[in-house]
């Protein structure tokens, strides 16, 4: 029995040794002196925060208490696809939810004043964001000028009464069922009105989700502002305003959060997402091989500059660089793609697993063996379970060369 007893304690204190922490973020604290108070945030930085130099776009999170976690998990599982870029993520913790939410009230009843209390402190909230919340990222980390801000429910109604009162301090917007049965001037306003020039508005991207709401006056509303950034996008074309409403008739009030950052971001990062031309004849379209690389390289080097930060071409030169390979006569070009993709990412086991296979197609296989290693080197670096492809790929290219030398 003594003997079994100590077994048990062996056992729970060599599993207690082997646990690890799994990490989503740090909280700090950051005092207002506009607010008078301390205001906690919530931090969650890209995986490879630590080994680049390169600066990251920023989603500043409305109701953090609530949202961060969800929030963390849909980014991650986004970037792993390739759907987005790397994002900084600065969760916002309440004080007071209903008087930092809430912008002065045209009417709102007697009925939700009570239930609500204070309110009307948006725009104090919103000097907060823009005079010390902004710049304490911007000083602390290497955060882009690009800005989304998403907002749920009265974090919604706060993100669209920003767009109003300072369009040009976030990029982005997801707007998640808006508590647009809140009225307010401001955002009652017709955006003609409000922006006669449509340059404050330029190069943004909006996206506006709608769950199962009841109330009539708030989902009216909804309807009214899809319909004015619908006209006005269409009447200012120049000016690049996107805008996208989902209804999603499925999901409640509160369960629309976790879809709506989903689909917003995906939304919002769309045209990271570009399409390489994939038959002989569309690449011919594009005045051959060489001139669809050109157009490539061309067209993420423009994305960056309206972004303000690197958006990778990683995934679309692999991608054109694979095209080429499935055409006989365009194979050469592939290692010049696959060649172009390592001297921009050269810490990237995919972009030198790729150029090997070009080489190994080509039948230079020293060099295919030479990126093989590489490849394998790097992606064993990181962890991925998934690493046992890649040293596949060099097993099967030194049996190739030793076959040759028989």
């Known amino acids: 029995m003594r003997c079994s007893f100590l077994l048990v304690l062996m056992f729970f204190g060599i599993t207690a040794t082997a646990q690890n922490d799994i990490s989503i973020g740090h909280t700090e604290s950051l005092y207002s002196e506009l607010m008078q108070e301390e205001r906690k945030l919530d931090i969650h930085l890209p995986q490879n925060y630590d080994t680049t130099k390169k600066t990251y776009p920023v989603l500043y999170l409305l109701d953090s208490y609530y949202n961060f976690k969800h929030v963390v998990g849909t980014v991650e599982y986004l970037i792993l696809n390739r759907k987005i870029p790397d994002l900084i993520i600065v969760g916002i913790r309440n004080t007071n939810r209903a008087r930092d939410l809430t912008p002065d009230a045209s009417e709102i009843g007697e009925y939700h004043q009570k239930r609500l209390g204070t309110t009307a402190g948006a725009d104090a909230f919103l000097s907060f964001i823009e005079k010390e919340l902004i710049p304490?990222?911007?000083?602390?980390?290497?955060?882009?000028?690009?800005?989304?801000?998403?907002?749920?429910?009265?974090?919604?109604?706060?993100?669209?009464?920003?767009?109003?009162?300072?369009?040009?301090?976030?990029?982005?917007?997801?707007?998640?069922?808006?508590?647009?049965?809140?009225?307010?001037?401001?955002?009652?306003?017709?955006?003609?009105?409000?922006?006669?020039?449509?340059?404050?508005?330029?190069?943004?991207?909006?996206?506006?989700?709608?769950?199962?709401?009841?109330?009539?006056?708030?989902?009216?509303?909804?309807?009214?502002?899809?319909?004015?950034?619908?006209n006005y996008s269409n009447a200012h074309k120049d000016a690049n305003i996107r805008y996208k409403y989902e209804s999603m008739p499925l999901e409640s009030h509160g369960s629309l959060g976790l879809p709506s950052t989903f689909f917003g971001l995906r939304y919002i990062f769309e045209p990271t997402q570009y399409e390489v031309p994939s038959t002989p004849e569309a690449i011919e379209a594009q005045g051959g091989p060489q001139q669809a690389l050109t157009k490539t390289l061309a067209y993420f080097d423009q994305l960056s500059e309206q972004y303000g930060f690197e958006v990778t071409n990683e995934y679309a030169l692999i991608d054109l660089g694979y095209k080429f390979i499935k055409i006989e006569e365009y194979k050469p070009y592939a290692v010049e793609v696959f060649t172009e993709n390592v001297k921009a990412h050269p810490n990237s086991f995919d972009a030198h697993s790729t150029l090997g296979m070009a080489y190994e197609e080509m039948d230079d296989l020293l060099k295919a063996k030479e990126h093989y290693e590489k490849a394998l080197e790097l992606v064993l670096a990181t962890g991925d379970p998934e690493w046992t492809f890649y040293q596949i790929d060099l097993d099967n290219i030194n049996q190739k060369i030793a076959n040759q030398k028989k």
């Open 136 to 230: 304490h990222i911007e000083k602390n980390y290497r955060a882009s000028p690009y800005r989304i801000l998403e907002g749920h429910s009265l974090g919604g109604l706060f993100s669209v009464y920003t767009i109003f009162q300072k369009p040009e301090l976030f990029s982005s917007h997801v707007i998640i069922s808006p508590s647009l049965w809140y009225t307010n001037k401001t955002i009652e306003q017709a955006l003609e009105d409000v922006f006669p020039d449509p340059a404050p508005l330029k190069n943004t991207s909006y996206y506006v989700s709608l769950a199962t709401e009841n109330g009539g006056t708030m989902r009216g509303n909804i309807y009214k502002l899809n319909g004015e950034f619908a």
